[in-house]
């Protein structure tokens, strides 16, 4: 397959045109409609529908333009790889993070990496831990930092800490640094976020096991959302620190401390096994693990530390 067919049907894909993608490659339109129509014939499907509206992709195009940014991709990290040999890591690393993870690592991260590697450049995206897996393992991040990564295959998983969940509650300074028991959480409305492979089914097996019946009163579908929820007085939900402590210190909120039994979830950093890692995705990796234990020693990410404390 020749690369540059590719290249060529990404263009036409993006740009939805021959000839907005024929002005973008510096090539003359027919020669760029002939090279599709190679390729279409190498895959022996037919990737656009082709119309006076212009060029719009047809299911199979779609499914192929997935693997071609992924193909792409992968030439892009073997460029990088290569260019780094002889000089620092450079080039583009694309982390996904869990919105706590997002918030207790994103600053320290891009500090190191500004002082110690200048030449990487670093695409961080939020997200659902769900939908972070799934778009990892199509290729489209280097690393992912989440909870409730499910192990396979090609991937590795490196725990970076046990988080402790805080029941967090509308501001009540009675609450400040208490502790609460589990059976006491009967009776008060929850807000549960939307993923449903986090915290929910942990909280209904517990309460299924001690005969309590909780009260589901909102579903949030982000982080921010439950935290908003929160602050106007709908509810309670249960949240790691690294994601609530600047709200609790400025009095915007509470939490205490689930107990009997304990709330908490662990934090990994996930690689891919099935593909070389660059130097600059082993730099970043290295970064994160320094991050991470310096959010634990100021008191940032609560629980228990995975890593090496060295």
């Not at 973008?24 to 129509?37: F, T």
């Not at 991260?109 to 897996?133: D, F, T, V, W």
């Not at 609790?248 to 990994?268: D, F, G």
């Amino acid at each position: 397959m020749d690369f540059r067919r590719i290249q060529h049907f990404v263009h036409v894909a993006e740009l939805g045109s021959l000839s907005k993608a024929a002005e973008r490659l510096n090539i003359v339109q027919p020669a760029l409609s002939q090279s599709i129509k190679r390729l279409e014939d190498e895959l022996s499907v037919l990737l656009f529908n082709r119309s006076r509206r212009g060029m719009e992709l047809t299911e199979s195009g779609q499914t192929f333009l997935n693997h071609a940014y992924g193909i792409l991709n992968q030439y892009n990290r073997a460029k990088e790889s290569l260019s780094a040999k002889d000089g620092d890591p450079q080039g583009l690393v694309s982390v996904a993070m869990t919105a706590s993870s997002l918030g207790a690592l994103t600053v320290p991260l891009a500090k190191s990496l500004m002082l110690h590697y200048p030449k990487i450049r670093l695409n961080i995206e939020s997200g659902l831990a769900a939908n972070i897996q799934q778009s990892f393992e199509a290729g489209d991040y280097d690393l992912v930092v989440s909870h409730l990564v499910s192990a396979g295959a090609s991937i590795h998983i490196e725990n970076l800490i046990e988080e402790d969940l805080f029941l967090t509650s509308p501001y009540d300074p009675n609450n400040l640094g208490a502790e609460i028991e589990f059976k006491d959480l009967e009776g008060l409305p929850l807000i549960i976020p939307q993923d449903r492979h986090g915290v929910a089914p942990e909280v209904a097996k517990y309460a299924l096991e001690k005969d309590i019946e909780l009260e589901m009163a909102q579903v949030a579908g982000t982080m921010h959302a439950t935290l908003q929820l929160i602050e106007a007085g709908l509810g309670h939900s249960f949240l790691p620190w690294s994601a609530i402590h600047e709200r609790v210190e400025q009095n915007r909120i509470s939490a205490r401390k689930v107990i009997n039994p304990s709330l908490h979830h662990k934090v990994s950093m996930v690689y891919p096994t099935h593909r070389p890692l660059t130097p600059a995705t082993i730099a970043v990796m290295d970064l994160i693990r320094l991050a991470a234990k310096d959010v634990y020693n100021i008191g940032n990410w609560a629980g228990t530390l995975l890593l090496s404390s060295k």
